[in-house]
């Protein structure tokens, strides 16, 4: 270990005024020079790409060729990889050698990002956190250059975007979300060619919202009808609309400009104090329930309105559907691409199976990012790499913190006031 390490918060303290002026690529060195003064031998940035399936090192951009896909230095796999694991679970990993590598995850709030990989003489307790200290501001680095950096952007593509994917993304939140009661997480394929499904979610106190919509068609229109759904739900729920405000924006927004277009959705508010869901459903797959490592059956299906799109939502008011969740209880949101997906012997993915995938994940431990990671490399590979509908999966867990004023709720009134387990 070095001997001349430095104090811990002058050197982050160096490191955000540094970065104001730097373009995106020379945060390379920026990390590399940070670690160092902390007292290790270096340090490099690996950015997960947006399949999750790599993880990439942000180039020196003293050395003029970067290596290319599959060489040696420019990408390893999130699975079977020590860096790997550091990203999948969240956690430090260290190994002995010489010299020492530690793993230490790129975060930002709880949306994964990557790793950021140091080496030194000795990673004791102290240096431990250090680099972690360290790569939680190198994550925030990360975001806010990547709002403008193609470069950044670029380093975590294996492939060019389509041009409704590219505007669908452009319109999309972080995958993850969360706070200390509640954790909403989402993933979408053929993340280079999605057509017309997109998800959103978004805290405001103590309500999280989300949606997921499934536009008809796989073309620039049905990306366009999902991107005018996302706009027409914000700036609906912005302006303190509920939620059949927010339908009935959504049908009208459609009708108008984008006609014979249609949409289903699923538009929802989870109330994370109390534990009660809310939620829309137009023409959309019924949410799914997950208790105690098993789905209960029917406990959110309802009777489903017709798509958004065809104006019949103009002048009505949508019914709300209710349900009180227990803690630990997990709300389950998906597009018919996902459970009628099928294998090249004709072989549906199905409800069954997505439950059981998903619960079975999550009961070896894994983070809701990283079951749901699984789950959609599992759907790709079920139907051989060839997507033929959009898929997307978004997952909600409710874990209030025990001792507030939601610990020990149970299951309470569904619509009417009606109770079900």
Known sequence: MRGDRADLGEVLARVLVRSRALAPRELYGLVRDAARELGADGAQVFLADVQQRYLVALPDP???????????????????????????????HLSAGEPATGWFPLVDGIERIGVLRVEAEELDEVMAECCE??????????????????FIVELTRGQPMSLQAELLWSFLPPRTIGTRDVTSSAVLEPAYDVGGDAFDHATAGSRLHLSVFDAMGHDLASGGASSVALAACRSTRRAGGGLSDIARTIDQALVRWIPDRL??????????????????????????????????????????????????????????????????DRVLVHTDGVTEARSAAGELFGEQRLAQTLVQHMAGGEPAPEALRHLIHDLVTHQDHRLRDDATILLVEWHPVRGGPAAGAGSGGGDGGGAWT
């Open 133 to 150: 200290a360290l790569a939680s501001l190198v994550a925030l680095l990360l975001v806010s250059k990547s709002s403008y950096s193609d």
């Open 263 to 328: 949409l289903t959705a699923v538009i929802a508010d989870l109330d994370t104090a109390s534990g009660e869901l809310s939620w829309i459903n137009c023409g959309h797959p019924a949410p799914l329930l997950i208790r105690d490592r098993r789905v209960v059956t029917g406990a959110l299906q309802r009777p489903a309105r017709l798509p958004l799109g065809l104006g019949f939502h103009e002048h009505e008011a949508l019914p709300v559907h209710r349900a009180r969740l227990q803690p630990g």
């Open 62 to 92: 003293a050395v003029r060729a970067r290596p290319g896909p599959g060489e040696a230095g420019h990408r390893i796999e999130v699975q079977g990889t020590l860096g790997g694991r550091a990203y999948r679970l969240q956690r430090t």
